[in-house]
C-alpha cells in the first residue's frame, strides 16, 4: 500500500430434490461459494517471515474470507489459489504502467500470461490497474491507456463478462468531503478521474476505493471524534439535508458518491479496495482500536450507507498480515494474522 495522510475537510464532533431442500446457507457452503458479503483481505507480501502461499489460501479458506486483493501477478499465489473458490483482486503494479499502456502487445502478453493461464479456475474478479496513483505523479498519464489495453486484451480472450478493469484510487482525490453531499473531485484530479470514470462507466466496471478513516482522524483529531472513526458514536454526529452520519466511513463513501455523480458517474459502484486500522505505531494505533474498527467494519458494510442504503460494499480488509519489510511503524502493524497465522482479533470475517 502507498500510505498517504488523507486530507478531510472539518467534520463537527458532534441434483437432488434433497439439495433444493436444504437450507440456502448451507448449500452456498457445500458449493463452496462466496458469500456475497464476504469479506476480503489484502494480501502483502512485504515479510521475510510470512507462511507459505499455500498456507495463506488455506487461511483464508479455514476463516471464510472469500475474497483476496494481490498487488502484482504473484505466480505462486496464483498458483495456490486454483480450485479454491475465492474471488480475487488481481494488481497491475504503478511500475508496470508505462509498458502497459505503451504496447498493446506487452498488455496482451500480461494478460495471457497473468490472467488467461489462470482464469479457468482462479475466480480473477478485478484487474486494479495501479493503485493510489495522483494526477501529479509521472505515472498518472499512463493509468488509462494501460487500462484500456488491458481491456482490449480481455475482451480478445473473451474474458469480459467475468473480469471488469478498474484502478485503485485514495480519497486525497476529493478536494472536498464535507458534507459528504457536496463531495467533489479537486481541480487537479478531475482531469484525470474523468476520462476514468467514462471508462468504467462504458465498461460496467466499479471504481475501487482505498477508504481510511484512520488517517482521516490522525489528520484532523481536533474535528473528527475518535469515536466517529471507529463506528462507536453513540447518536448521529453529522445531518446533511436527509442524511445522517454516525461514522466517518460511511461520510467518506458517500463524498466519493457525490464526487462520481458530479463527474459522470452517478451510477457507479465502489468496491473498498483496502481499508483497516493499525494496531501500533501510534497513541490510537491499538490493538483494542484496530480491533474495534475491524469488527465494526465488517459488520457495518452489509448494510450500505445513507446515500446507498441497504446495498452491500464489497470491502477488503487491509491487510492479512503485519509486514516487517514495511518501513517502521504503524505500517508494520495492519496485519489481521500474525506471520505464525495467529488471529490478531477476535474476528468472524463471513
Request: aromatic share 10%.
Amino acid at each position: 500500500m502507498l500510505f498517504q495522510s488523507i486530507f478531510i475537510s472539518e467534520i463537527p464532533q458532534n441434483s437432488s430434490m434433497a439439495t433444493f431442500l436444504l437450507p440456502l446457507g448451507l448449500l452456498i457452503s457445500l458449493l463452496g461459494l462466496t458469500d456475497a458479503q464476504s469479506t476480503g483481505a489484502c494480501y502483502g507480501k512485504n515479510g521475510n517471515n510470512l507462511p507459505s502461499e499455500t498456507e495463506v489460501v488455506g487461511l483464508y479458506r479455514s476463516n471464510n474470507i472469500g475474497r483476496m486483493r494481490i498487488y502484482h501477478p504473484d505466480k505462486p499465489t496464483l498458483e495456490a489459489l486454483r480450485g479454491s473458490n475465492i474471488e480475487l483482486i488481481l494488481g497491475a503494479a504503478n511500475d508496470n504502467l508505462q509498458p502497459l499502456a505503451n504496447d498493446a502487445s506487452a498488455a496482451a502478453t500480461w494478460v495471457r500470461d497473468n490472467v488467461v493461464a489462470y482464469a479457468s479456475n482462479v475466480k480473477i474478479k478485478y484487474i486494479a490497474v495501479g493503485n493510489e496513483v495522483h494526477p501529479g505523479d509521472a505515472n498518472a498519464r499512463y493509468v488509462l491507456p494501460a487500462m484500456q489495453n488491458i481491456q482490449t486484451a480481455i475482451t480478445s480472450a473473451n474474458l469480459q463478462g467475468q473480469i471488469k478493469v478498474s484502478t485503485a484510487i485514495d480519497t486525497t482525490l476529493l478536494g472536498n468531503s464535507f458534507p459528504p453531499s457536496a463531495g467533489v473531485f479537486s481541480g487537479a484530479a478531475s482531469s484525470y478521474i474523468g476520462p476514468i470514470i467514462n471508462f468504467l462507466v462504458s465498461n460496467g466496471a466499479p471504481l475501487l476505493a482505498n477508504v481510511y478513516t484512520y488517517f482521516s482522524y490522525v489528520d484532523n483529531p481536533q474535528s473528527i471524534s475518535l469515536e466517529y472513526a471507529l463506528f462507536t458514536s453513540p447518536g448521529v454526529v453529522v445531518t446533511d439535508g436527509q442524511f445522517q452520519y454516525q461514522n466517518l466511513f460511511d461520510a467518506l463513501m458517500d463524498a466519493l458518491y457525490a464526487a462520481l455523480e458530479k463527474s459522470g458517474g452517478a451510477n457507479l459502484q465502489i468496491v473498498v479496495s483496502e481499508s483497516g486500522w493499525p494496531s501500533e505505531g501510534s497513541n490510537v494505533a491499538t490493538a483494542t482500536n484496530a480491533g474495534t474498527y475491524y469488527k465494526n467494519l465488517i459488520n457495518h458494510v452489509k448494510q450500505g450507507t445513507p446515500r446507498k442504503p441497504g446495498q452491500a460494499i464489497e470491502t477488503y480488509l487491509f491487510a492479512m498480515f503485519d509486514e516487517n519489510l514495511k518501513a517502521a511503524g504503524i505500517e508494520q502493524h495492519f496485519g489481521l494474522f500474525r506471520p505464525n497465522k495467529e488471529n490478531k482479533y477476535q474476528i468472524t470475517f463471513g
